[in-house]
């Protein structure tokens, strides 16, 4: 894995890197669009927690700066969530408000993108890339255009540096990130995208079934290891 090379010159930019595929597709295209990216994770007590040894490897990879903040101190305050309490079941199935609405970590998404954008004035930085996608629309309201737009006009006006909020494929779904990402000649085996942080993906929960979805439709194997395969 090598990272296209960045001019000494190069602008900064914050990308907020999960570890999954739409962050992973964007670091990449970040690098590739010059930045010199400042990669930046957040354990917040995700049961998924394997997304960060990911994005560890990839970002020591590509000789990417790269910090794990660690805000698990907020669990307390935004714990109601099968994605940080083990002992709520994970709902199996496609996205949809029916079955997901536990999935929802509460102003997950302002609290790093708010964050992110704080390390952003800090190293002279004037965008923050964010994965939000079409795809996730229907379920989570911090992923919606709406609220992009919103923290961008904060984002404007919170300090005295304005800085911009850039999400590539706000309004692109999860096959179209993919293609992108393969075009690029990325190695989508360098990412994690299930809500569970076992040995293989379940290949059940909703946010495997959009991968695998994505997988198929462009009619590309999948390279991560399923333990319903």
């Known amino acids: 894995m090598t990272s296209p090379s960045t001019p000494v010159s190069a ?20 690098l590739r669009e010059g930045y010199a990216v400042h990669a930046l994770s957040f354990d917040y007590g995700q049961r998924h927690a394997r997304e960060l040894e990911v994005a560890r490897h990839v970002c020591q990879a590509l000789g990417v700066p790269h910090r794990v903040v660690d805000i698990r101190a907020i669990h307390q305050l935004i714990g109601n969530s099968a994605l940080t ?11 949809g408000e029916e079955n997901l609405t536990a999935t929802v970590v509460p102003n997950r998404n302002m609290i790093l993108l708010s964050l992110s954008i704080g390390h952003a004035v800090n190293i002279g930085a004037a965008k923050c890339f964010y994965g939000a996608h079409g795809g996730d629309h229907v379920l989570y309201p911090d992923c919606r255009p709406a609220f992009v737009e919103r923290m961008n006009d904060v984002a404007a006006i919170a300090n005295f540096e304005a800085v911009e909020i850039v999400a590539p494929y706000l309004h692109a779904d999860k096959a179209r990130i993919l293609a992108d990402g393969l075009a690029m000649g990325l190695d989508y085996a360098d990412t994690w995208t299930c809500y569970l942080g076992q040995a293989h993906a379940c290949g059940e929960c909703a946010s495997c079934r959009e991968r695998l979805g994505a997988f198929e439709s462009l009619g590309v194997t999948d390279p991560l290891p399923y333990a319903t395969s």
Not at 85 to 95: T, W
């Open 11 to 30: 602008e900064p930019a914050v990308v907020i890197y999960s570890g999954g595929m739409d962050s992973f597709t964007v670091l990449h295209r970040a």
């Open 85 to 95: 309490d083990s002992s709520r079941e994970l709902p199996k199935g496609d996205y």
